[in-house]
């Protein structure tokens, strides 16, 4: 027998989060969250040092590998998506960005009659917002997400802050105020009281749990959308021990389960591109060219040096050092477990200056020798690492299925430097991140350049190192993204309305028809709270 609820919303995530409190608690709603992961992450991730331990392992994620790639010489880079009650938010870097003003009016131009501008975002962004040292207008003081710097910076992240305004980039007090730019440390989803990670369901869901109208079944792998005369009235799902339920939502079934899976479940269930459906064997309710198109993601590329001293986080992780950092933690909520090790950026364009326009790079700098030995050919040790990030790339990727069994990853083609124009651009970002090991005072820290080396000068050898170490920014987005009536390849109405069924919405990554210019956990939070918005209204005129 059949559960039935108002929403039955896929997907435990950031914006499952987000919209699924406002229903409950504004809309009156009976709602019911699915989600495929657990339901708990191990403490640790709750410190801000503690998603290091589980960054590289399948606990809480699922590993895609992805198509070999042409352009990376068939090698096919993996890419981790959140499989936990929280997802993103309860594993990430913590990083709160919420991208270029430009970003938004991009949206816009997909988007008929629903404003996606940053100053409609705005509010939301500020009502979801309480910030330990920003303010109004750009900044909330009063919401439940808390938002503060980190408790600790290393020596190297201070040093790499102050050599990048001596080579002329500003010092940025606040990337948030809609035009990132300059050089400065970042925001971060911390309770600045406590120390710790406030994830999506800190914030929104852990002060409803005893709230009856609230639902929340994890482990349990949603298969199918249920579709009756057109429109979508809930789900089949599996869980861990092979039981087969059903949910039923008289109002909407809302899809929050990311870039990779809201596609493949929309796929599955017939909806997507015709002959993609047909290889499988699976009836086509909706022709939708779009389903699982406009991948999008960030990319990153490092050079690295070793250092004449410790002036970042190298054997902080093991022994005596832990022991220490842990009590100092314990005891004070000080030191280094109160970083996320990622502490400072800076957003530029090496091809112009930044200040005419929006920034096409994020240059992280990382405290320590941050790839592995069997990638440097180095042992690890004291050092520095600066990752050049594409901002927005032109290549474009796709979401496929790889079978009609729903158990079935994703084939997932992320086709990077399909276009050139990617790869020059993070060319002329290596020099400048080369340039930077180069200027006081970081240089006076630098022992020498150990990958690729000094020796890798041409542009022909700096690409090969760049097609070598290219990895994901951890942003895929844009596989189902909005779009006007005359659009072919929009998937979504400007209302996040899915085209062709009735009484669908998504509301996670896969809406941007754009990636924005940073970390993307922000964003996916404002669009899910607007969406409830929208849910809401509709469910007002419903009434009527």
């Known amino acids: 027998m059949a559960e039935h609820y108002d929403y039955v919303v896929v997907g435990g995530g950031?914006?499952?989060?987000?919209?699924?409190?406002?229903?409950?608690?504004?809309?009156?709603?009976?709602?019911?969250?699915?989600?495929?992961?657990?339901?708990?992450?191990?403490?640790?991730?709750?410190?801000?040092?503690?998603?290091?331990?589980?960054?590289?392992?399948?606990?809480?994620?699922?590993?895609?590998?992805t198509e070999g790639q042409e352009a990376l010489a068939g090698r096919g880079p993996v890419v981790p998506q959140a499989r936990v009650l929280g997802g993103g938010s309860t594993v990430n870097a913590m990083v709160y960005m919420r991208g270029d003003r430009a970003d938004y009016a991009d949206w816009n131009a997909h988007s008929d009659g629903v404003d996606w501008s940053f100053d409609t975002l705005l509010p939301y962004f500020t009502r979801q917002e309480d910030n330990d040292h920003l303010g109004a207008p750009h900044h909330g003081t009063a919401g439940s997400?808390?938002?503060?710097?980190?408790?600790?910076?290393?020596?190297?992240?201070?040093?790499?802050?102050?050599?990048?305004?001596?080579?002329?980039?500003?010092?940025?007090?606040?990337?948030?105020?809609?035009?990132?730019?300059?050089?400065?440390?970042?925001?971060?989803?911390i309770d600045w009281r406590t120390r710790r990670r406030c994830s999506a369901y800190d914030a929104?869901?852990?002060?409803?749990?005893?709230?009856?109208?609230?639902?929340?079944?994890t482990d349990i792998r949603v298969t199918s959308l249920i579709i009756e005369n057109g429109c979508v009235c809930g789900v089949h799902t599996t869980d861990k021990d092979g039981y087969k339920a059903e949910f039923r939502a008289a109002r909407e079934v809302v899809l929050a389960a990311g870039a990779y899976q809201t596609p493949k479940l929309l796929m599955l269930s017939g909806i997507g591109p015709a002959d993609e459906l047909a290889r499988h064997g699976i009836d086509v309710r909706v022709d939708a060219p779009g389903v699982g198109g406009n991948l999008q993601d960030h990319y990153e590329v490092p050079v690295v040096a070793t250092t004449r001293g410790s002036y970042g986080y190298y054997g902080q992780d093991r022994g005596w050092p832990m022991i220490k950092a842990g009590l100092q933690y314990l005891l004070f909520r000080s030191g280094p477990v109160t970083t996320t090790g990622v502490e400072t950026c800076a957003f530029v364009d090496p091809e112009r200056d930044a200040a005419d326009g929006p920034a096409s790079i994020q240059m992280f700098c990382v405290p320590t020798v941050y790839l592995d030995r069997d990638v440097t050919g180095t042992d690890p040790g004291p050092?520095?690492?600066?990752?050049?990030?594409?901002?927005?790339?032109?290549?474009?990727?796709?979401?496929?299925?790889?079978?009609?069994?729903?158990?079935?990853?994703?084939?997932?083609d992320?086709?990077?430097?399909?276009?050139?124009?990617?790869?020059?651009?993070?060319?002329?970002?290596?020099?400048?991140?080369?340039?930077?090991?180069?200027?006081?005072?970081?240089?006076?820290?630098?022992?020498?350049?150990?990958?690729?080396?000094?020796?890798?000068?041409?542009?022909?050898?700096?690409?090969?190192?760049?097609?070598?170490?290219?990895k994901t920014g951890y942003h895929p987005v844009g596989t189902c993204r909005i779009g006007c009536d005359d659009d072919p390849m929009a998937v979504l109405s400007p209302d996040l309305k899915v085209r062709g069924v009735a009484g669908l919405r998504v509301i996670d990554a896969s809406m941007m028809p754009n990636i924005i210019r940073g970390n993307t956990n922000a964003a996916v939070m404002a669009v899910a709270d607007r969406a409830a918005d929208l849910m809401m209204a509709d469910g007002e005129r419903g009434k009527t």
Not at 17 to 33: G, H, K, M, N
Not at 150 to 174: C, E, I, N, W
């Open 145 to 189: 997400l808390k938002i503060s710097h980190l408790g600790h910076f290393s020596p190297m992240s201070r040093a790499y802050v102050k050599t990048l305004q001596g080579m002329g980039l500003a010092y940025a007090p606040d990337f948030n105020n809609g035009r990132p730019a300059g050089v400065g440390f970042m925001q971060h989803t």
């Open 414 to 470: 992320t086709r990077i430097y399909a276009e050139s124009v990617d790869l020059e651009r993070t060319i002329t970002a290596f020099r400048m991140a080369r340039k930077v090991l180069s200027h006081e005072p970081i240089r006076s820290l630098v022992e020498r350049e150990i990958f690729p080396g000094p020796d890798v000068t041409s542009d022909e050898a700096i690409a090969e190192h760049c097609r070598r170490t290219v």
């Open 14 to 65: 950031s914006s499952a989060c987000v919209a699924a409190a406002r229903l409950v608690r504004e809309a009156d709603a009976r709602v019911l969250i699915l989600e495929a992961g657990p339901a708990k992450s191990n403490p640790i991730m709750a410190m801000p040092a503690g998603y290091m331990k589980f960054l590289a392992k399948d606990t809480y994620l699922t590993m895609h590998q």
């Open 383 to 412: 050092g520095v690492t600066i990752n050049s990030l594409l901002l927005r790339p032109a290549s474009r990727g796709s979401v496929r299925l790889r079978s009609a069994d729903p158990a079935d990853d994703p084939v997932v």
């Open 204 to 217: 929104f869901i852990a002060p409803l749990v005893s709230d009856p109208r609230l639902t929340i079944k």
